[in-house]
């Protein structure tokens, strides 16, 4: 129906607009007072990605700026002498002194200008290197819970975005602002030695475009800022139509058109603000310029009366001029880099504002010892809320896990047994209660240590583009042996023969020499990865998924064998396969609502019976 209304969702236009008071309220002094604070945000970003450069920098800025004073002040001298009564040669030769100097300035100021670019192109790479170490090192490390959170996820997608590319450009930026700030402190030292009345006519010439191009960054941040949703949605479905996944899909069921009018709907609407923007942005740069034209006449005027009254003489006058257009050639910079540095820096301002909110997520340094194994695991009393949920996901669940058990979570969708095993594993953190591996609260206990007693073969399982090897290895080394010993458990030997370069074959067809895998396949490697990990506590979340019925037979009989003397905790829906386990909990809306073993359970004629019941009715 081409007529159909889209439901285009978080992206309908009002949304799109939803933080544009926070940029409304932002003036012209407020953005002069929070210029030296991103300046020095920016230096110390520099600094810390390399000192040696950072001074280099700046120093050889400063020294430029001393050098077209000093170039300025000997053109005094040049002019005072060509403007003397007497001989041309005579006038020359009394100028030459003074003209070697300012040829000297200009010199000695190209080549510290120079060396001062070479320094900040070198600063570039290594802060663009240093700030995706930090925001990707925090990224890693943050509570698997903040994951969950539209807020975190917001505030990522700004990070990541405009945030993370605009670190170098915000150091250039500011750099660019010393560097015509010292150009403007030279030029109006020279005005102000030459006539003190100079210097403030020539505010009058820039102030108006201050104001347009600090106004124009503000709505153009405002604009970017609330448009953060329709280009996030826009780019999802601009995935849905050029990515390899969907195709197959997108084609059966003829999606082709209904993506194209979503997109268009998405895009047009963006266009439409991004035109209203530049528009906006043109009125005000006009009005800046003209503006800013009226007040270099009033400087000119201002020039010419002090030369007919005879306040100062016509060589200081030349000086002048040259100081004036030096000073407005450094003005304009300044503008132009304040322009820039302020709205790159609200960007920036961004990925710094996550990165402390990153840093406010990571884990406390926890004192307890992480346990080498456990003789059980015990919850008590859990509970779970998902963030932004308005229901918890588990409600006092009490479980008790022994060594070398096979344990089973059972229930319908969303009754809570993938949150119960991600607590138990120290994935999550519970909202109330506590989870002990024996006598520790694994609160207690720093959690990537803890992570490494623990192995998760999950049914959203990742499919890594690197080889075969490090598919299963995922980075540890425990020689062939562990690795051929895992990938034989999980049936996965077959599926590895079956690849051209053995275990070295690169399991992504995007890149060179990639090879692809199917469902099942990629079902056995991510079960031999569990296996390889040799933990404590293997958990297998719907660990057939994707297999067929003999593959999962197998599979499961082969789980049983390798889980002699180990600790397994299952999660599925295929009630047959957890027909043979120590102990099965059964969970409904995130509580426990029965437990032991199969017979028990079938013997009270509960919800386990009843969904154990409805599946073997199908087979029959």
């Not at 040696?52 to 040049?78: C, K, M, Y």
Request: charged share 20%; proline share 4%.
């Amino acid at each position: 129906m081409p007529d159909e209304p889209l439901e285009l969702g978080e992206i309908s236009l009002p949304d799109w607009h939803a933080h544009s008071d926070k940029m409304a309220e932002v003036g012209f002094l407020a953005i002069a007072r929070r210029l030296p604070s991103l300046i020095a945000q920016a230096m110390r970003m520099a600094w810390q990605a390399s000192p040696r450069d950072t001074v280099a920098t700046i120093s050889l800025n400063l020294l430029g700026g001393v050098f077209t004073a000093f170039g300025l002040l000997a053109t005094t001298g040049v002019l005072t002498a060509l403007f003397n009564e007497g001989p041309t040669p005579d006038r020359v030769m009394a100028a030459l002194p003074s003209l070697l100097l300012v040829g000297a300035a200009a010199v000695v100021r190209t080549v510290t200008q120079a060396g001062a670019g070479w320094a900040e192109a070198r600063l570039t790479p290594q802060i663009q290197r240093a700030s995706e170490e930090r925001l990707y090192g925090l990224t890693s490390r943050v509570e698997l819970v903040s994951f969950d959170d539209p807020e975190f996820h917001d505030a990522l997608e700004r990070a990541r975005g405009r945030g993370l590319a605009t670190a170098d450009w915000v150091v250039s930026a500011a750099v660019d602002v010393v560097t015509a700030a010292v150009g403007i402190a030279a030029a109006a030292g020279v005005l102000g030695i030459l006539h003190p009345v100079l210097l403030p006519l020539l505010l009058l010439a820039v102030l108006p475009d201050a104001w347009a191009a600090v106004r124009s960054a503000r709505m153009r941040y405002s604009t970017m800022y609330g448009l953060i949703p329709a280009r996030r949605r826009k780019w999802i479905i601009a995935e849905l139509l050029a990515d390899r996944e969907p195709a197959a899909e997108v084609r059966s069921f003829t999606m082709r058109r209904f993506l194209l009018r979503m997109y268009d709907a998405v895009a047009t609407a963006e266009q439409d603000v991004m035109l209203k923007l530049v528009k906006r942005q043109t009125i005000t740069r006009l009005a800046g310029e003209a503006f800013g034209g009226l007040g270099t006449a009033l400087v000119y005027v201002a020039l010419g009366v002090l030369l007919a009254i005879a306040a100062i003489p016509l060589a200081v006058a030349g000086t002048a001029v040259l100081a004036i257009r030096s000073g407005q050639t450094s003005l304009a910079s300044l503008m132009f880099a304040t322009n820039r540095l302020y709205e790159q820096g609200l960007y920036f301002t961004d990925f710094l504002e996550f990165c402390a909110e990153a840093e406010r997520r990571l884990s406390a340094p926890r004192p307890a010892a992480t346990p080498d194994g456990f003789e059980r695991i015990t919850a008590r009393d859990v509970t779970f809320t998902y963030p932004g949920a308005e229901e918890p996901a588990l409600r006092e669940v009490s479980v008790e896990i022994k060594q070398g058990e096979v344990i089973a979570f059972v229930g319908e969708n969303g009754s809570g047994k993938t949150t119960l095993a991600k607590i138990l594993s120290g994935l999550y953190e519970p909202d109330s209660g506590t989870v002990f591996w024996d006598d520790t609260d694994l609160r207690q206990v720093d959690p990537e240590q803890l992570r490494r007693r623990t192995a998760v073969i999950a049914q959203d399982h990742t499919r890594w583009p690197l080889t075969a090897r490090y598919n299963i290895t995922m980075g540890t080394d425990m020689g062939e042996p562990a690795l051929h010993a895992a990938a034989a458990v999980a049936g996965a030997d077959e599926v590895v023969a079956g690849l051209p370069h053995g275990y070295r074959t690169l399991l992504d067809r995007r890149f060179k020499d990639g090879h692809e895998l199917s469902g099942g396949q990629w079902q056995r490697i991510a079960v031999a990865r569990g296996f390889h990990r040799d933990a404590d506590l293997l958990i297998c979340d719907e660990p057939t998924a994707a297999l067929d019925a003999r593959a999962e037979h197998a599979l499961f009989e082969r789980i049983r064998s390798h889980a002699d003397g180990r600790t397994v905790l299952l999660i599925t829906h295929r009630l047959a396969s957890v027909r043979y386990a120590d102990r099965i909990y059964v969970l409904d809306h995130g509580k426990v609502v029965e437990q032991g073993d199969h017979a028990t359970l079938m013997s009270v004629d509960g919800l386990y019976a009843d969904l154990y019941t409805l599946q073997a009715s199908a087979y029959r």
